[in-house]
């Protein structure tokens, strides 16, 4: 079965983890879905910002779960975004128009994901790396600001490709990369 979940404009701060899906399943439980996070404002969580977990733990019961995250505003917190695969299955995330600012770790943090796609995000100031991830398949990064004066930008931690063209690093970065012999 297909399990959905919309979750929108609210306000959450003051918390643990400010937002929290957890697909899982048994042997006779489908563990798919699309969880859907618009235009929330969380900041100040001691933990994590957005948390969406796939921890499908059958092997011949794999699932694929697709997310979407749009125009929400993630600050202050230990982790602004974490989505991870924890077990079997792909989970797919999508990530546009967000700002992920002031976080003390990472702005967001995809750990076993597939394919991300990140459009049109603001990631800045955030104490640990900006964009972590750890994906399978091709993720495609277009048209984000980067700005972290702590770690890195972008860490890439599988070697799968990424495509991060016509992203905003920072005026010094952006400057030495237009300054020529970069991709």
């Not at 297909?2 to 937002?19: A, M, W, Y």
Request: glycine share 10%; aromatic share 10%; with cysteine.
């Amino acid at each position: 079965s297909r399990v959905s979940i919309t979750t929108e404009s609210n306000l959450i701060h003051d918390c643990s983890t400010g937002l929290y899906a957890n697909y899982e399943g048994g042997s006779n439980i489908g563990a798919s879905g699309t969880p859907v996070f618009n235009n929330n404002l969380i900041y100040q969580n001691s933990s994590v910002g957005i948390r969406i977990r796939h921890s499908y733990s059958y092997y011949s019961y794999s699932k694929t779960i697709s997310t979407a995250l749009y125009g929400n505003t993630v600050s202050n917190n230990s982790t602004g975004i974490k989505i991870e695969r924890a077990g079997n299955g792909l989970i797919l995330p999508t990530l546009t128009m967000n700002t992920i600012t002031g976080n003390s770790g990472r702005g967001i943090s995809l750990e076993n994901t597939s394919s991300a796609v990140i459009l049109y995000n603001d990631i800045r100031g955030n104490g640990d790396t900006a964009l972590y991830l750890n994906s399978s398949g091709t993720s495609c990064v277009y048209h984000n600001n980067f700005d972290n004066e702590h770690s890195w930008e972008l860490y890439n931690d599988n070697g799968a490709a990424v495509d991060a063209r016509y992203n905003w690093w920072g005026t010094a970065a952006t400057n030495q990369m237009e300054s020529g012999n970069n991709p």
